[in-house]
């Protein structure tokens, strides 16, 4: 270890002590070590930021700095944009070393990231990113990532928590500046559904009780708004926001399924949790596609399906948002996300469908208001799903959801809808169910008819599916985003069979 090697750890979206390779890193490498948070004005002003997200940033601090603290150590906070926020720091601790994670982030992280590269390069300041995950930075092909995955999710250790942090000389100073700013907990308006608490130790006993108790529930659990709420792991905002390593939620799995192999009795529970490891799975084969195309986040990820016949109608962006559309599924969906921030993953499907080929909005102009709404919100994750379920990545088999059929299948006693449209409480299920054609006293009547406005937008999509220049483009995008996890077909199959109604 140099004497001289002085490193702050910047802590981005990796608010935990344990498993955490930047930190560890700065430890083996450096003589000290500061922790830092740098609330950045611009990033918690962003379209994309919300009092959700900044609850939980404040919230998975104030419990990574009581972490710190029994360390040995301090994390402090500093309110500035960054690079110059690392100026500041420098005049009274002169850092040569800054440690962090790889961020796969949205264009403004991006660009504040190849800031700070400048910087660093300009000051003689060595910035070492550290992955954290199994995304792989400035990949070549995707043929090959799998074994770097399993090397790093599968087969690297679980790093232990730091048992003692070195206090940084410049600590009291830097301390004596240290203003975190006020964030208020956000409640939500319905006490059964809770806004998640996201700390490490919250993130820890969310995985132990899904592995030991819920998860059972899993397989078959996930597709009902009302039962995913238990029976889905409910570990995003923890992997979001780092309160949790993917590595983590996957080796304890693994764990928990070798324990269950000695049990003949344990089949659900296996399949459970084959499930649950196959999407954990899926998180960095979406984060990768940003990654490895960082314009997607403006630009449809195939270039035929740039410019859609969308209206932007801001009235129908408004009663979208608002729950206030008059499907009862589709704004009991909104107004669950925007009273707790979380929703499942066929919800958040159908909204999005819903959105884009009902009320013809553009992924684009929803995305800023989703994101705000989804506490667990991942930008690689977030933009891959939008393109996807708006059908403009046009190597997959486009879903689009009715909403109707949805509320049978899903919800099929309205327990869902009435929990979060009070004013349909009165009603009864049939009558819920024909909310398009009866008026529902207060309830809004539908803005818009669903079945001819979405064959309308399925045409404009399959008109441009058919042309060869498509086709060309779409085997472009599978070499490049396509996952090779299961054999697949190279070319992707014919138009006609390339769409779900799921009616
Ligand atoms: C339009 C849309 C936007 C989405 N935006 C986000 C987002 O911003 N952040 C986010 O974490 N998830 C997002 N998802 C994926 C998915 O809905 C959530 O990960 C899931 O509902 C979170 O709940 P859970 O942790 O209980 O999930 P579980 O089913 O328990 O899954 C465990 C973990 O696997 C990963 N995962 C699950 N499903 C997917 C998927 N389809 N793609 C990639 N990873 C997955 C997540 O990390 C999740 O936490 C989005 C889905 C859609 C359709």
């Known amino acids: 270890m140099a004497p001289n090697k002085l490193a702050l750890w910047w802590v981005k979206r990796d608010m935990r ?39 939980s940033w404040a919230q998975a601090l104030h419990y990574l700095r009581q972490l710190v603290q029994g360390t040995g150590a301090e994390l402090a906070h500093i309110t500035d944009e960054v690079p110059p926020a690392f100026d500041r720091l420098r005049t009274v601790y002169p850092f040569t070393h800054i440690y962090s994670h790889q961020e796969t982030g949205n264009a403004l992280t991006y660009a504040r990231d190849r800031a700070v590269a400048r910087w660093c390069h300009d000051h003689g300041i060595t910035w070492c990113e550290v992955p954290q995950n199994g995304v792989i930075r400035r990949l070549q092909s995707r043929d090959g990532r799998s074994q770097i995955w399993q090397q790093r999710i599968v087969h690297s250790p679980v790093l232990p928590a730091p048992t003692a942090i070195p206090l940084a000389k410049a600590t009291k100073t830097i301390m004596a500046k240290t203003r975190p700013p006020k964030v208020s907990p956000i409640v939500s308006p319905v006490a059964a559904y809770p806004v998640q608490d996201v700390t490490e130790y919250h993130a820890q006993h969310t995985l132990q009780d899904f592995l030991q108790r819920r998860g059972v529930g899993y397989r078959g659990g996930i597709s009902s708004p009302l039962k995913a709420f238990t029976r889905a792991s409910r570990l995003s905002v923890h992997l979001a926001w780092g309160t949790l390593s993917l590595r983590q939620a996957y080796q304890a799995t693994l764990v928990r399924l070798q324990h269950l192999k000695a049990n003949p009795q344990s089949g659900p529970w296996a399949q459970s949790l084959r499930g649950f490891l196959a999407r954990l799975h899926w998180r960095d084969h979406f984060i990768q596609r940003l990654e490895s195309d960082p314009t997607m986040e403006f630009t449809a990820l195939n270039p035929a399906y740039q410019h859609l016949p969308y209206t932007d109608h801001p009235s129908h962006l408004h009663a979208w948002a608002e729950g206030q559309t008059g499907y009862p599924l589709v704004d009991a969906c909104m107004r669950c996300l925007a009273g707790c921030g979380w929703l499942n993953f066929r919800m958040r499907a159908m909204v999005v469908s819903f959105a884009c080929f009902s009320l013809h909005l553009d992924w684009r102009f929803i995305h800023p208001h989703l994101a705000r709404v989804f506490q667990d919100y991942e930008p690689g994750i977030h933009l891959s799903q939008l ?85 060309a483009l779409s085997q472009k995008v599978y070499a490049k985003h396509g996952s090779r996890k299961k054999k697949r077909p190279r070319k992707p199959p014919p138009p006609d069979k390339q769409l779900r109604l799921i009616h």
């Open 387 to 471: 393109q996807m379920q708006a059908g403009v990545v046009g190597i997959n088999t486009i879903r689009v959801y009715n909403p109707s059929k949805q509320l049978l299948d899903q919800d099929p006693h309205c327990k869902f809808v009435k929990t979060w449209v009070p004013e349909l409480r009165p009603f009864t299920t049939a009558e819920i169910a024909n909310a398009d054609k009866v008026p529902l006293g207060a309830y809004p009547r539908p803005i818009v008819d669903h079945k001819a406005q979405t064959k309308l937008m399925k045409e404009a999509v399959f008109a441009i599916r058919r042309k060869s220049s498509t086709k």
């Open 17 to 55: 002590l344990s498993d955490n390779p930047a930190l560890t890193k700065a430890l083996q490498e450096c003589t000290q070590v500061l922790p830092v948070f740098i609330w950045e004005p611009s990033l918690m002003q962003a379209p994309d930021t919300s009092a959700f997200h900044l609850a």
